[in-house]
């Protein structure tokens, strides 16, 4: 009986642990991107959006702290500003510690993971955002867009461990689910027939059929801190 009330306590106590603020899960996020000086990495990307089609592309991706970054590729390519480390603006920016505030805490496979929600700019309309964030590893496992009721963006991610210095996203599949009266997709043409492809969805779109796409992206040869010089993101970049 003892046991049994001692079991019912404890399960008590836990349940009344108090959420944690979301400056210290945001926290965590920052930690592990600030131990990036610099990094490249290799990317094959995979679009399939209405109008457009990227089957699957080869991009050497270099990012500097703060704000410096350069593709290289063979051709053309359309990289999502939000697949490479996302919500990374978002995240390093003082302004969200205000507006976020923590739902609840879970637990995936076996970490802690806490699920923070704020108001901010998505593809230019106010959107609610919702992040999953891993604790300790600081690692955005799943991030959620919603517009208007529509889940319009749904993104998760798998890390790793790299060179045991931060935890790096190894592959990241995006979701996107758009009303017809959000043009974004549209605008990523380059090519006649990719207009002509546009011209045909515009016929089958209706006020109430959302616009539905999927990226992926998958991560090898990871570089980090290696020291990037300045110059090399001046140097014209490959086609």
């Not at 930690?31 to 990227?54: C, S, T």
């Not at 700019?121 to 867009?145: C, H, Q």
């Amino acid at each position: 009986m003892m046991k049994r009330i001692s079991l019912l306590l404890f399960a008590s106590l836990l349940w009344c642990q108090p959420l944690k603020q979301p400056v210290e899960i945001i926290d965590l996020v920052r930690d592990n991107l600030r131990k990036l000086e610099d990094y490249q990495v290799d990317l094959k990307i995979k679009i399939a959006v209405p109008g457009f089609r990227m089957p699957g592309k080869s991009v050497h991706y270099a990012f500097k702290a703060p704000d410096k970054v350069k593709l290289e590729t063979f051709g053309f390519a359309m990289v999502p500003r939000q697949g490479i480390l996302p919500f990374y603006s978002e995240l390093m920016g003082d302004s969200l510690h205000i507006k976020a505030e923590t739902l609840e805490k879970t637990e995936v496979e076996g970490e802690s993971v806490w699920i923070i929600a704020f108001q901010d700019t998505f593809y230019n309309e106010d959107a609610l955002i919702k992040l999953w964030i891993g604790d300790p590893s600081g690692t955005i496992l799943k991030g959620v867009a919603t517009i208007g009721g529509l889940d319009v963006f749904t993104l998760t991610s798998q890390y790793e461990k790299i060179d045991q210095v931060a935890y790096m996203p190894v592959v990241t599949k995006i979701d996107l689910k758009l009303p017809p009266e959000m043009k974004t997709l549209r605008h990523l043409n380059s090519t006649p027939q990719a207009k002509m492809d546009i011209m045909e969805s515009m016929k089958s779109d209706t006020s109430s059929t959302p616009i539905q796409g999927a990226i992926e992206l998958i991560f090898s040869k990871y570089k980090l801190n290696r020291g990037i010089p300045d110059s090399y993101f001046d140097e014209e970049k490959s086609n």
